[in-house]
């Protein structure tokens, strides 16, 4: 099963883009690099989701490295509200209804 | 459209009590599941449901019981409340699990405390 790991916490001035990373060197080739995030005290809010090319939505945007062994998370104008933990999500194994398991993500922390 | 709601969103049991959590979704999603939130933990899978009169357990189904009779509704029930069941409990719902459709949609949460 693909396990992710992540940095514990980030710090990044307002305006500036937030990189976060996660490693997932155990993925699968079908599996899906999922992020969410949660701000303090609110249910989590999906961000983004990818499998091997890079995505961009309204939110951010997903770079997947080519082995697809890692993953980066851009916030590219972060803000004060962005302040929350991200988490990086791999489908743990396709069953077609296995649920996804979060980990204990990264802090980020947006200073003005 | 209200999406995910969960009531109550404070509770306050003594050890030995029974509760129900309740979560109801208005998006006619098939998945529902619930987790819960320890302080500095991430999220832990406690039950899910892929459909109407199907649930399976998690990580953490000891001591909780769920039950699925319509589309829209996913309780939790606690049969007799431990301190080691205080906890944030978030219910969540997706349109399905398929690879590529795990977007799950959460409701505000219930803050459970067990004296």
């Known amino acids: 099963d693909a396990k992710t790991t992540q940095p514990p916490s980030m710090d990044c001035a307002e305006g500036r883009a937030a990189n976060l990373p996660c490693n997932h060197s155990?993925?699968?080739?079908?599996?899906?690099v999922y992020w969410y995030r949660q701000i303090h005290s609110q249910g989590p809010q999906y961000i983004i989701h990818g499998l091997k090319n890079n995505e961009t939505n309204e939110m951010a945007s997903l770079i997947i490295t080519e082995d697809r062994k890692s993953s980066t998370l851009i916030l590219p104008h972060a803000t004060l509200r962005d302040t929350a933990v991200y988490y990086c999500i791999v489908r743990v194994r396709y069953s077609g209804n296995t649920p996804l398991v979060f980990g204990k993500g990264t802090r980020l922390s947006v200073i003005a | 459209n209200a999406g995910v709601t969960q009531t109550p969103k404070f509770q306050v049991l003594k050890t030995g009590q029974s509760m129900t959590l309740q979560c109801a979704q208005d998006m006619n999603h098939e998945y529902m599941s619930w987790y819960r939130q320890d302080p500095g933990m991430g999220l832990r899978l406690i039950h899910y449901s892929v459909g109407a009169g199907i649930t399976d357990q998690g990580e953490v189904p000891n001591g909780y019981n769920v039950s699925r009779s319509t589309t829209e509704d996913f309780p939790l029930r606690l049969l007799s409340a431990a301190p080691s069941q205080t906890s944030v409990y978030f219910c969540?719902?997706?349109?399905?699990?398929?690879?590529?459709?795990?977007?799950?949609?959460f409701g505000s949460g219930t803050q459970l405390s067990v004296l």
């Open positions: 969540a719902s997706s349109y399905s699990m398929g690879p590529g459709n795990e977007k799950l949609f």
């Open positions: 155990t993925i699968s080739g079908n599996e899906y």
